[in-house]
């Protein structure tokens, strides 16, 4: 499985993530200094890199305002944990299982008009990163109130 993630350049404004933080500070919390936001993509299949690289740059990511990484995903979740620097946390958000995920059926199209004749499977999420002093329970409370839908999302905090 690959994870597909397009980060915004540098040199632009991330608007989510600017929106996100306003809604931060409209719950009167404290702390966070910044937020940074990115879609997400996992894509399973037996892809070649140069075929997972087309996919990101070719239909994922604009060429000109985004960039995107590309990480080969581990089956081992406790081996996958993420490593950050020191004042950042991260929460990502997930459709639930059962949920129609109606932008990675949009990609699946999307890969076989670039010529990309296999069978894969999509799903898509949203990668938020906070940085300054924010404990679990404030991250939570940012998760539901502000980044997630309980109803047909799930999210992870780490």
Known sequence: MYKIEIKTK?????SNAAS?????????ITGVKRVDYSPLYFIDANLTFDEVKKIASELLADQITQ???ITKEK???????EK?????????????????D?????VVKAVKDLGIAKEIKVKTGHRYCFWGDISNEVLEMIAKKILSNNIIQGYKIN
């Open 20 to 28: 996100i933080l306003e809604e931060v500070k409209g719950l009167s």
């Open 67 to 69: 960039e995107w990484i």
């Open 84 to 100: 950050k620097s020191q004042g950042q946390s991260f929460i990502e958000v997930y459709y639930k299982k059962g949920v129609m």
């Open 10 to 14: 540098k040199m632009f404004k991330n």
């Open 75 to 81: 089956t081992d979740t406790k081996e996958n944990v």
């Open 102 to 106: 109606a932008p990675a059926e949009s």
